[in-house]
């Protein structure tokens, strides 16, 4: 059965009338789950106790527990651990940045995608998460931190969308207005490039920011750190996110994680300005961090400045990402992996 505070306020308007109560309880059902963040049915006094009552016997609800928090003493990045009601562990990161706070959720418990440099994909794909385990990991840091959050990243643990009807939903649910109203445009997915769902949200046009984790110039450099390649090509990409900027009118950010040795020359920077030319984008440059089971290593400080000097030359903006929580094991995947693991 799909968790209540996964459904829709018309989902939610079912619910209730099969429970034989009225319409305006839907509201404020909504308005416990999604506005002030409430897991308890008793605590929601506007409701009677009969209705109490059979919503915890037909519709129990289960708060994301965190079994571990860790605080950036460099920076006040905040790392989560959640443990969900199965047992599996997800994580989350709370960053802080001038414009506001941004929340850094996962989508899966665990990855299928096989990146070469992400802790995520060692021990593979366990299951998708739920739209409620998905707005848990806000509202949860939101509780936690009593603090507003103005953006949301989809770039932790797994690939949104291989996960897309859940994070869909996730997306009308965060974004209502009788909610936390996050706005769409203050929201970013991260894929590895699932070339046909690109084109599916290019149709929905909702106005999101698309961010391709892009990492190589040749689908041969690409194929060796990213297995995803081999099913979707670089050309399978692009075109999909010609068209998405076509229909959508938004610029697509690029991420290109920096390894040393691999993909970090100066000739892959000409070849990335080729890739790119004429492209409505944002290139940003990751210097990856060091994860113990991978021997790729972050570029030098030197060649990641040469590289986008060479992008920015040639009209393409590109930013090098300020690392956050280095102190904690923000990388993705890598705290829940050493938990799950002692």
């Not at 429970?19 to 008793?42: G, I, P």
């Not at 949200?201 to 297995?227: E, Q, V, Y």
């Not at 938004?250 to 920077?269: C, H, M, P, W």
């Not at 021997?295 to 030098?300: I, L, M, P, V």
Request: some cysteine; proline content about 2%.
């Amino acid at each position: 059965m799909e968790e209540i505070n996964s459904l829709s306020f018309i989902e939610l308007e079912k619910v209730v009338k099969n429970l034989s109560e009225n319409s305006f309880r839907a509201k404020q059902l909504f308005n416990w789950f999604h506005e002030k963040l409430v897991y308890d049915y008793d605590k929601m006094t506007n409701l009677s106790l009969s209705l109490r009552n059979k919503l915890k016997e037909k519709y129990p609800l289960y708060e994301l527990y965190i079994v571990q928090k860790l605080v950036s003493n460099i920076d006040g990045t905040k790392k989560y651990l959640f443990k969900l009601q199965d047992g599996n562990i997800i994580e989350s990161v709370l960053m802080k940045y001038k414009h506001g706070a941004s929340v850094c959720i996962s989508t899966q418990v665990g990855c299928r995608m096989g990146c070469k440099f992400c802790a995520s994909t060692i021990d593979g794909l366990v299951r998708n998460l739920t739209p409620a385990e998905m707005l848990g990991q806000v509202y949860s840091i939101i509780n936690d931190t009593n603090e507003k959050v103005s953006n949301i990243v989809m770039m932790g643990t797994g690939e949104p969308l291989e996960n897309y009807e859940n994070m869909l939903k996730f997306l009308e649910l965060i974004n209502n207005e009788q909610g936390q109203n996050i706005g769409i445009r203050h929201i970013t997915i991260s894929t590895c490039g699932i070339a046909p769902k690109i084109l599916e949200l290019a149709d929905l046009n909702f106005g999101l920011t698309l961010a391709i984790s892009l990492h190589a110039t040749t689908n041969d450099k690409r194929c060796k750190i990213m297995p995803i390649t081999n099913k979707y090509s670089l050309e399978d990409i692009l075109d999909a996110v010609k068209i998405y900027i076509t229909k959508t009118n938004r610029r697509v950010t690029f991420e290109y994680g920096l390894i040393l040795g691999k993909n970090d020359s100066q000739e892959d920077a000409k070849e990335l300005v080729t890739l790119l030319k004429g492209l409505n984008c944002h290139v940003n440059l990751i210097p990856i961090n060091t994860i113990d089971e991978k021997d790729y290593k972050a570029s030098s400080t030197k060649n990641i400045a040469e590289f986008a000097k060479i992008l920015n030359a040639q009209n393409i903006q590109t930013t090098i990402r300020r690392k956050l929580g280095e102190d904690i094991d923000a990388a993705c995947g890598q705290l829940r992996r050493r938990f799950v693991n002692l």
